[in-house]
């Protein structure tokens, strides 16, 4: 779902309600997709596998970066995966602490608040472009479709 029409329904409608737009992995690419083209939530079983496309100077490419993905609440211990250039895979992160209730679902996108950071190793970035992919995961089942494991987006920065 883009953000701007996630924005006027996402505190009194269901994410599947068919007045917002499809909710769609898609690849985001810094420096050219609008905000509204980045989704609010990720679910496992709805959006999986967001791409993000981003360029990197040699310089920048030859030292470890830190990604990191904030997020406002999740539900069945859905937390944040990333892939970097189809090589080099993150290790699962702990949960966060979060509701243990329906919280996207039913228009609460407000919970805990948590960062998880990532350090991608200098050896997995390249000179020029780059591709992440961000994937939904958890050590739970969840409920299947809009109910499975899933976060809140907050914030996504590389330093």
Same mark, same amino acid.
């Given at each position: 779902?883009?953000?701007?029409?996630?924005?006027?329904?996402?505190? *009194? +409608?269901?994410?599947?309600?068919? @007045?917002?737009?499809?909710?769609?992995?898609?690849?985001?690419?810094?420096?050219?997709?609008?905000?509204?083209?980045?989704?609010?939530?990720? *679910?496992?079983?709805? /959006?999986?596998?967001?791409?993000?496309?981003?360029?990197?100077?040699? %310089?920048?490419?030859?030292?470890? @970066?830190? &990604? @990191?993905?904030?997020?406002?609440? +999740?539900?069945? /211990?859905?937390?944040?995966?990333?892939?970097?250039?189809?090589?080099?895979?993150?290790?699962?992160?702990?949960?966060? =602490?979060?509701?243990?209730?329906?919280?996207?679902?039913?228009?609460?996108?407000?919970?805990? /608040?948590?960062?998880?950071?990532?350090?991608?190793?200098?050896?997995? &970035? &390249? %000179?020029?472009?780059?591709?992440? @992919?961000?994937?939904? +995961?958890?050590?739970?089942?969840?409920?299947?479709?809009?109910?499975? =494991?899933?976060?809140? *987006?907050? +914030?996504?920065?590389?330093?």
């Amino acid at each position: 779902m883009d953000a701007a029409g996630a924005a006027s329904l996402i505190t *009194f +409608a269901h994410p599947s309600d068919s @007045r917002a737009a499809a909710w769609t992995a898609g690849t985001y690419v810094i420096g050219s997709s609008t905000a509204s083209a980045w989704p609010a939530y990720q *679910f496992k079983e709805i /959006n999986q596998g967001l791409l993000v496309s981003f360029t990197l100077t040699a %310089t920048q490419a030859a030292t470890d @970066r830190t &990604l @990191r993905i904030g997020i406002t609440t +999740a539900k069945a /211990n859905g937390r944040p995966q990333i892939t970097v250039n189809n090589t080099w895979t993150s290790a699962l992160p702990a949960a966060a =602490p979060e509701p243990s209730t329906r919280t996207l679902t039913v228009g609460n996108y407000r919970g805990n /608040n948590h960062t998880y950071e990532y350090v991608i190793p200098a050896a997995q &970035l &390249l %000179t020029g472009t780059n591709t992440l @992919r961000i994937g939904a +995961a958890s050590g739970s089942a969840g409920g299947g479709g809009y109910l499975s =494991p899933s976060y809140g *987006f907050d +914030a996504l920065d590389l330093l």
